[in-house]
Protein backbone atom coordinates (compact mmCIF):
# COMPACT_ATOMS: atom_id res chain seq x y z
CA UNK A 1 0.00 0.00 0.00
CA UNK A 2 1.34 3.52 -1.08
CA UNK A 3 1.70 6.39 1.47
CA UNK A 4 0.12 9.13 0.26
CA UNK A 5 1.50 12.74 0.33
CA UNK A 6 0.36 15.11 2.92
CA UNK A 7 -2.08 17.91 1.23
CA UNK A 8 -0.26 20.48 -0.04
CA UNK A 9 -0.30 23.70 2.36
CA UNK A 10 -0.46 27.84 1.38
CA UNK A 11 -0.19 30.52 3.03
CA UNK A 12 -0.73 34.00 1.48
CA UNK A 13 1.07 37.14 3.51
CA UNK A 14 0.56 41.04 2.83
CA UNK A 15 2.50 44.28 3.75
CA UNK A 16 0.99 47.61 3.47
CA UNK A 17 4.37 49.64 4.86
CA UNK A 18 1.74 52.65 5.92
CA UNK A 19 -0.61 50.48 7.70
CA UNK A 20 0.76 47.36 8.66
CA UNK A 21 3.66 47.01 11.57
CA UNK A 22 4.79 43.44 10.30
CA UNK A 23 3.27 41.20 7.38
CA UNK A 24 -0.18 39.50 7.54
CA UNK A 25 -1.59 36.37 6.65
CA UNK A 26 -4.60 37.20 4.34
CA UNK A 27 -5.06 33.42 3.04
CA UNK A 28 -4.37 30.41 4.01
CA UNK A 29 -5.29 26.63 3.35
CA UNK A 30 -5.08 22.84 2.44
CA UNK A 31 -5.82 20.95 -0.66
CA UNK A 32 -7.58 22.20 -3.08
CA UNK A 33 -7.72 25.70 -0.99
CA UNK A 34 -4.18 25.79 -0.86
CA UNK A 35 -4.05 25.08 -4.79
CA UNK A 36 -6.31 27.98 -5.47
CA UNK A 37 -4.10 30.40 -3.10
CA UNK A 38 -1.28 29.42 -5.50
CA UNK A 39 -2.80 29.40 -8.92
CA UNK A 40 -4.56 33.42 -7.71
CA UNK A 41 -0.48 34.02 -7.18
CA UNK A 42 0.77 32.76 -10.54
CA UNK A 43 -2.37 34.34 -12.49
CA UNK A 44 -0.89 37.81 -10.81
CA UNK A 45 2.73 37.18 -11.46
CA UNK A 46 3.13 36.97 -7.31
CA UNK A 47 5.93 35.32 -6.44
CA UNK A 48 6.04 31.99 -4.61
CA UNK A 49 8.27 30.84 -1.96
CA UNK A 50 8.14 27.24 -0.84
CA UNK A 51 9.46 26.83 3.12
CA UNK A 52 7.62 24.16 4.74
CA UNK A 53 9.13 24.73 7.93
CA UNK A 54 7.53 28.50 7.71
CA UNK A 55 4.67 27.25 6.62
CA UNK A 56 4.04 25.27 9.75
CA UNK A 57 3.94 28.20 12.10
CA UNK A 58 2.13 30.34 9.45
CA UNK A 59 -0.84 27.94 9.31
CA UNK A 60 -1.00 28.39 13.21
CA UNK A 61 -2.16 31.95 13.28
CA UNK A 62 -5.40 33.72 11.80
CA UNK A 63 -6.55 35.48 9.17
CA UNK A 64 -5.24 39.13 9.76
CA UNK A 65 -3.26 38.24 12.57
CA UNK A 66 0.39 39.60 12.10
CA UNK A 67 3.01 37.42 11.87
CA UNK A 68 5.03 37.27 15.61
CA UNK A 69 8.31 38.71 15.85
CA UNK A 70 9.78 35.39 15.79
CA UNK A 71 9.25 34.95 12.52
CA UNK A 72 10.41 38.71 10.99
CA UNK A 73 13.82 37.36 10.13
CA UNK A 74 12.81 34.50 8.02
CA UNK A 75 9.64 36.51 6.64
CA UNK A 76 12.11 39.83 5.80
CA UNK A 77 14.65 36.87 3.92
CA UNK A 78 11.66 35.96 1.63
CA UNK A 79 10.66 39.32 1.31
CA UNK A 80 13.65 40.46 0.04
CA UNK A 81 13.70 37.35 -2.08
CA UNK A 82 10.33 38.75 -4.00
CA UNK A 83 11.84 42.45 -3.99
CA UNK A 84 14.78 40.80 -5.93
CA UNK A 85 12.48 39.49 -8.50
CA UNK A 86 10.47 42.09 -8.93
CA UNK A 87 13.06 44.40 -9.72
CA UNK A 88 14.54 42.11 -12.33
CA UNK A 89 10.98 42.53 -14.24
Not at 5 to 13: G, I, T
Not at 21 to 45: D, F, T
Not at 54 to 78: D, G, H, N, W
Request: no cysteine; glycine share 2%.
Amino acid sequence: MKEQDPPARAVALSYDQDRDQAPVVVAKGQGLIAERIKALAAEHNIPVQENQVLIKYLMALQIYEEIPPELYQVVAEILAFIYRIDQRY
